[in-house]
């Protein structure tokens, strides 16, 4: 009873296992059909949206490729303005460069000019304060000739007066001895007479002899005279040239 009881309940088990497997074959296939049936009708809603949002995306981009074509225009437009805006600024600001230049180039040529001027007017007080050296050096070698040649004046007047006064001195000297002597002479004369004639033994006999040599001195004392007459004559002469 007891093992008919458990086969009986093998049976109960087994069937049931089977019942069990059917079961999860049957709901997995009602799940597989659940999802294709969902995924169908998730597709076709998937798919009538998707058509609708296609054409949306379609306008904007056909309204994106216009406001691009837009932009193109307007930017080339643009870029055509700019260039002639940058041609005009680029014209406009070499034209100021130039007359800047222009204005810059006449300033150096008149500072040029001036320097230039300068230049010659240095060059020409160069030159005259060279000219003023020149003729300066040579009046200071003037005046220098000019103190040697009075230096040596100086010292041949010294002299020629020193000889002046010798001559003088001497010339005075030769006056004073000839006229002491002229009466001697005429005395002694007499004497050599008297003593010629023989009328006085008084006269002593070298009367004639004194008598010659008195009037011989007498006779190179007026030639000393005439030389010196002709040495004071001549110095006369010499201090005059020399402008004493």
């Known amino acids: 009873m007891t093992s008919q009881n ?13 019942r069990d497997k059917r079961t999860h074959f049957y709901i997995g296939i009602a799940a597989v059909l659940g999802l294709a049936f969902g995924g169908l009708v998730g597709s076709v809603l998937t798919a009538n ?11 904007k981009y056909q309204a994106l490729v216009s406001d691009k074509s837009d932009l ?13 805006e940058i041609e005009a600024k680029v014209a406009t600001l070499l034209a ?18 001036e320097v230039e001027k300068v230049n010659l007017s240095l060059e020409a007080q160069v030159k005259q304060q060279m000219d003023k050296l020149s003729s300066t050096k040579t009046e200071n070698d003037k005046l220098n000739r000019q103190a040697d040649m009075q230096a040596t004046m100086f010292e041949r007047s010294r002299e020629v007066f020193k000889k ?33 004639e023989g009328k006085s033994w008084d006269v002593k006999s070298d009367a004639c002899d004194k008598h010659d040599e008195a009037n011989s001195r007498l006779s190179q ?12 004559k001549q110095i006369k002469e010499i201090t005059e040239d020399m402008g004493l």
């Open 72 to 84: 193109v225009s307007q930017v080339k437009t643009r870029e055509a303005g700019l260039d002639k």
């Open 164 to 196: 002046e006064m010798q001559i003088s001195q001497d010339l005075e000297s030769l006056e004073k001895e000839r006229e002491s002597l002229l009466p001697k002479i005429e005395k002694l004369k007499k004497e050599c007479d008297v003593f010629l």
């Open 221 to 232: 004392i007026d030639q000393l005279i005439e030389v010196h007459k002709m040495d004071l």
């Open 96 to 113: 100021e460069k130039e007359e800047t230049h222009k204005a810059e180039l006449n300033a150096l040529q008149e500072q040029l000019t």
């Open 49 to 59: 949206k998707w058509e609708s949002t296609y054409q949306v995306l379609e306008e």
């Open 6 to 18: 458990n086969i009986e309940d093998q049976d109960e088990v087994v069937v049931i296992e089977e």
